[in-house]
């Protein structure tokens, strides 16, 4: 399923009507009659369902709506809350059509005391404004929305909460609260962006007819990543396969402040199925982690002042990718392990304090052919690219990107919506996890399980999804098993990767 800017919406709805020659108002017809049954499925026949339209297309999809519910027996009806001659066009037609099914209009004088009046059982429909939005809602919406906002009655927006924009990157707006929201054909970028995804409520996203090839045209791939992807990429095992046919992955890293996160990824490595697993660090983090993963084998490089030191005696050819950076540490003296690394012919990942080293010398990745993936959380997108968190969480789709495709690197940027982006800008968001993955550990286990990804027989991309995918499904599972939000540890995570698997595979 697609992510799109409300820019890239009216390019699909114009590439299907262009190309296909669907009609708008059947587009409507379909978008009313696809929400109108996600609202029977959600209501009963004993309560009233007060429907608000607007001006605009997202105001004729209101009209299906309430025609759809009246037809099936529903108390439907509709608040108008613009002035009839603003109704025009597609909208026109459905309000002409919803009359002649002997459906009751209120007119917006009336608005006020009805919302004012508004019993709490009563449902109501949002279809005030929807992608067409520009800018802060002017009244009579404006003060609509902020009495809806104050009530707790069960609220339905159409295609997207009204006032609220669909492209990330706005800070100022006034916006419906839904309780759902049912998304039109594809799914609106803010229902990914932080401070504005809690106003669509749960979602999903409804597919009216439009042509495969009308987002296939779009400048920017974004989507979902799914159980459905992550079943249909997800490399099979052949009963000849042998450990080296899973990956041999060295994972250097480790200080002696910092042991357990080396420990953490290693065995997160090996549990999500790598073939093998060296853990490169110093003598005391091998002496404090080995038991915690026996499958392991380690290499002792030397170290100064309990931190890792350069050495030229890594051999590189012997494995199949790096990670790089985990529980590291950040004196400078580590910092010449980064470029060596990159210098081997090895896909890299490079996570935590790696990170911070590369910010020193990006000039590491000039020239590296291999694939390298960046594993940042917002602070550490916000420290490469010199600009604030708020800057970052604002905007996360196109900051990614922009990273991405300067670098000509993977980036993975984690949070509660992981956005991965290829060097060429394709980007796809994981949906599994929740918050009890806001945890130390949490993302040193992540990278292990990405190490072990991209060693297997799909893209680094599929890889990268897979990876994000089966991490936050683990908690997804152990928390509606035998944990909580609230006690979800790292470690945890990592033996619930035997469940996703067993779940999904
Ligand atoms: N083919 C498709 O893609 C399909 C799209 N469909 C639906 O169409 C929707 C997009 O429709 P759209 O383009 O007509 O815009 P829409 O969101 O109704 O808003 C426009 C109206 O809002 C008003 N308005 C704007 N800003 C405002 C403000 N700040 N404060 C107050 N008012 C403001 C503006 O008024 P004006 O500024 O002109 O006075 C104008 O009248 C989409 O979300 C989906 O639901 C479905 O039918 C299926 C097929
Ligand atoms: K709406």
Redesign the pocket.
Known sequence: MYIVTAEE??G??QFSMKHTGVE?SI??EN?GREIAQRIMDMVGFEQSILVLA????????GFVIARTLRNMGYQASVLQVVDDE?ITGHAAYHKHLYQKCDGIVDPLDKGREIIERLDKEVVVVDAM??????????DP?HSIVTQLNQLENLTIS???PSGLPADEGEADFIAVQASHTFM??AIKQTAFVQHTAPYYGEWDCLD?GFPTRAFEQLENERKIWTEKEFQHTFPKRSAYDHKGDHGKGLIIGGSANMPGALGLTTRAALRSGAGLVTAGTTDKVIQRIATFCPEATFLTLPEENDHLQYNDEIEYAKFDAVALGIGMGREATSRPIIRQAASSKLPLIIDGDGLTHLKEDLTVLDGKEEPVILTPHPGEMAMLLELSIKDVLMRPFYYAKKFAEDYNVYVVLKGAFTIITTPEGKQAVNVSGNAGLAKGGSGDVLTGIILTMIMQKQSIFEGLCNACFIHGKSADLLVQGQHSEHDLLASDVIEGVSLVYRTFL
């Open positions: 919406m009216y699909i709805d708008a587009l409507m978008a607007g001006s605009g297309n997202n105001g004729g999809d603003k404004v929807g992608i067409g939005v520009k800018g802060m809602l002017r919406l159409v295609d997207i039109i054909g009216i």
